[in-house]
């Protein structure tokens, strides 16, 4: 190992152990602040420590830190480490280098002094021998990083304790930064109690007033018979004045009745329940158990109120006091220190912040000369209108310093209104949010009606109309406040919405979208003077596409966005409730087909070349198309032959689409492409060509995507195969032919239900036993009814189609007569079949208990006759079809044997 080696790693040891060093201070100093805010909120919170104590804690913190920071961070930074001491731990790691080491790093700075005296070769020896014990030293062995882990555990544990208090208390977390660190005049909550008295009722001045108590349950377990109730009451006067106790008269109905005398300013009474057996009458009113109740006489702008005609009715434990007043005095009662002022915060019944601020009430005094001077009393109060209910919190300054008033108060989080949200859809859609415009022409026509009608008095026709045009507008308005919109990948949302209060921060949180944690909480800045409206824009590109490789028509098409808004008032407060919006993002999809004639069950056609072909098919488009179009390809290129635009939406179409397109194919005009050496050459379509097609839609950013319908297939091709007539009538004999081995089934299967028909009515007429008979007609109808009635539905569906091959290929002259002479005979017979034989049936049955053939039974085997009869027609317009195909099909060969020989004439001419 090198000199320059040896240097360098116990370089590298020597800022390994400064950076050691400083973990250590850190640590000490992290310690130390961890400590210091634990122990200094500790104190602040239950010695409430005034600024000079505060200030003389914070000096030494400062004191402390500073001496911290030197001593265990800057000065291992500064202080010089040698190269020999670290030599010196690396040896005593290393027992078997001897002093080597050490030796070696004073030799190599002697040996480069001009006066060294010393053998080099002894010089090179120790290097030599050093070199080769260095090969198996470890130089960091000697740091002991562990040691400065572990010591970092108590830091952690110190600030986790700090974070605990941050969490667990917030409310006084606050309070101990603002004294502390913002050094605002900021106080913590005074010893004062102030207590909200809710059972405070108005009664006209000079005027006695009826009490009536109704005991609950829990007052009284045993009945009202079981206690006595006793009030103890004075008026409002100096703290010296004698209380006035009396017991209460029980009435017919279990509640107690009592006359309290005029009042000029206020009444507090309690009232005591006591068992009716105990053993001595000792009643001490009990403040903290049950707060007293106030009966107040309206001072100076409080309007008077009447009492109701009861009186006040007062139910324990909660002493619930029903008035009609319409003014209600709140009013505050304060035990120990007397506060400057008093508030109540609390939440109004729309939702919104209530802040009411309470009066102190003042009492004459006379001193010793006799003048009257107005001192403060224990009492606030404030007249609040019924209609404004609302749960409040007290908050209380003391009037012994000039410090600001510390709100103790409960914070009710602001109620965000609906949000109103509209869309704007991309500009290729040609779409518009049909509700917003809605929405805006009903606010602007109620506008215009109530500018029209003014603020006079309105006719019944002017009310009825105002209360429509308000009516519709209140229906739309809730569309566009709707918790849950849909719409599509490419679109816009404008959401806007009003808080209860100002705003210092807001943001859009999205719950549940495709979108990374970092991008789903935006920040929002408060907008408007008063800083409580909110409005944001959510631009629904391809990141709220949950695949956007996605392959169209492959997997689910909808992506379900969930978001709401959080806000920070100014005061401090954030919402803990909160409307969660949803949006239903639907992706770019292709257009859809829905019925695709006459291509209802297969893909491929067969047509005649003098034929055409009626395309009809439903397309739906949730988007917007620019145009519907088909490509004809007669043969297997890549280009098209020819291209057919079916539709192209007017501008500003509404959309989705849903519309019906229909073309029609006249295989006579399509001419077929060959390609020659001579170049293209066209020609009319002949047997054995065939015709694909395919149907394109192009939206509106001219992208050009092809429309699958289920039946289509991966290429998304149709197919007409261009055959001769001789091949139709093939087809056509060889159907015939299936139907006449049918028809001839069916009539024996009905020559059997005739002969059994025929033998029962003659077993019948014979005398045999009714009973006897049921078994095997009711087998034969049950076997043979159900089949044949099928088969000749089965008939007239195969006629049908036979009959419909010719309509197609426009063959109707060359169709035989007898075809459709064909159809209405087998409609009758599937028409009355299953009816004759019912009928049959049930009439053979009846017979049967009758002696002789009856006529029903005649009447059945008639009916069964003249089915068998039509059945024979049919049969013989079968062989007339026979007899024409032959006559055909030798006119055929005779024509082609005359092409045949008129080929082999021109070839020898030529």
Partial sequence: MSLALIQKRIGRVRLFLRLLYVLAGVSRILLLLGLYLLVHFALDLWLHLPLAVRAAFQVAALAALAWLSWRHLLFPLFYPISSDDIAKHVERENPFLQGRLIATLQLSRLIRQPDYADSVALTEAVFRETDGLLGRVNFTRMLRPGKVAAAGLLPAAAWTGVALVAIL????????????????????????????????????????????????????????????????????????????????????????????????????????????????????????????FYLLVPQAGLPATSAPGRGIEIRLPDARIETSAGVYPMLAYVEGKVPREVSLRGEAEGGGPLEIHLTQKAAESRDASGE????????????????????????????????????????????????????????????????????????????????????????????????????????????????????????????????????????????RSPLPRPESRVAIPPAGDDKKTLAATIDLDNRFDRDPGRA??????????????????????????????TLQVVRDRTPEFGKILPFASETRLERVPTAHVDFTAEVTDDHGLAEIAIELFTDEGEAPSERIVLFSPAQGESLPLRREIRHRFELSRIEKVEKTSLGERRRALEEGDTVRFRVL????????????????????????????????????????????????????????????????????????????LREPV???????????????????????????????????????????????????????????????????????????????????????????????????????????YEVVQEARRLRDLQERVNQMTRERFE
């Fill in 372 to 511: 009257a001077r107005a001192v403060p009393t224990r009492f606030f109060e404030r007249g609040i209108d019924l209609a404004e209910s609302c749960h409040v919190h007290l908050a209380a300054g003391d009037d012994d310093d000039e410090e600001p008033v510390y709100e103790i108060s409960v914070l009710v989080p602001p109620e965000l209104l609906q949000a109103t949200l509209w869309m704007e859809y991309p500009e290729y859609m040609n779409r518009r949010d049909e509700a917003w415009d809605t929405y805006l022409a009903v606010k602007k026509e109620l506008a215009d009606v109530r500018a029209r009608l003014g603020s006079g008095e309105l006719s019944t026709e002017e009310s009825t109309q105002l209360q429509e045009v308000e009516l519709r507008f209140r229906n739309v308005l809730s569309e566009v406040e709707r918790a849950e919109r849909k719409t599509c990948l490419g679109s816009r949302i404008h959401v806007e919405t009003r808080a209860s209060q100002p705003l210092r921060e807001a943001w859009l949180v999205f719950d």
């Fill in 552 to 581: 169209p028509g492959t997997g689910p098409d909808v992506t379900r966005v969930e978001f709401h808004f959080e806000v920070l008032g100014e005061s401090g407060l954030s919402n803990r409730r909160h409307t969660t919006y």
């Fill in 169 to 292: 208390l917030p409310l006084q977390a606050k309070i101990w930064f603002a004294r502390n660190v913002l050094f605002r005049p900021v106080d913590w909550p005074r010893s004062t109690t102030v207590a909200l008295v809710l059972r405070a009722y108005p009664v006209p001045p000079g005027q006695a007033v009826p009490l009536t108590v109704a005991l609950s349950e829990e007052e009284a377990p045993g009945g009202p018979e079981s206690v006595e109730v006793y009030l103890r009451h004075r008026s409002a006067g100096p703290e010296d004045e004698e209380w006035e106790e009396f017991e209460m008269e029980r009435a017919a109905d279990g509640t107690f009745a009592a006359v309290l005398p005029p009042a000029t300013e206020e009444i507090v009474f309690y009232l005591s329940v006591l068992p009716v057996d105990r053993e001595e009458l000792a009643y001490v009113p009990d403040p903290d158990r049950r707060s007293p």
């Fill in 697 to 772: 839609a192009t939206d509106n950013r001219r992208v050009e995507r092809l429309s699958l319908a289920p039946q289509v297939g991966a290429a998304g091709f149709f197919t007409i195969a261009v055959v001769s007539k001789s091949r139709i009538l093939e087809q056509t004999d060889k159907d015939l032919g299936s139907l006449k081995n049918l028809i001839l089934d069916m009539k024996s299967r009905e020559t059997q239900i005739r002969e059994g028909t025929e033998k029962a009515a003659d077993d019948a007429q014979a005398g045999q036993d009714a009973e006897s």
């Fill in 778 to 884: 009711l087998r034969l109808r049950n076997e043979q009814n159900d089949r044949i009635t099928r088969m000749a539905e089965g008939i007239a569906v195969e006629l049908v189609k036979v009959n419909q091959r010719f309509v197609d290929n426009d063959l109707q002259a060359e169709r035989p007569i007898h075809l459709v002479e064909m159809l209405p005979l087998i409609d009758e017979v599937a028409k009355d079949l299953s009816p004759a034989v019912v009928q049959k049936m049930e009439e053979l049955l009846a017979a049967a208990d009758a002696p002789g053939r009856s006529a029903a039974a005649e009447a059945a085997i008639d009916r069964e006759t003249e089915i068998l009869a039509r059945l024979d027609e049919l049969l013989g317009l079968l062989g007339k079809w026979e007899n024409y």
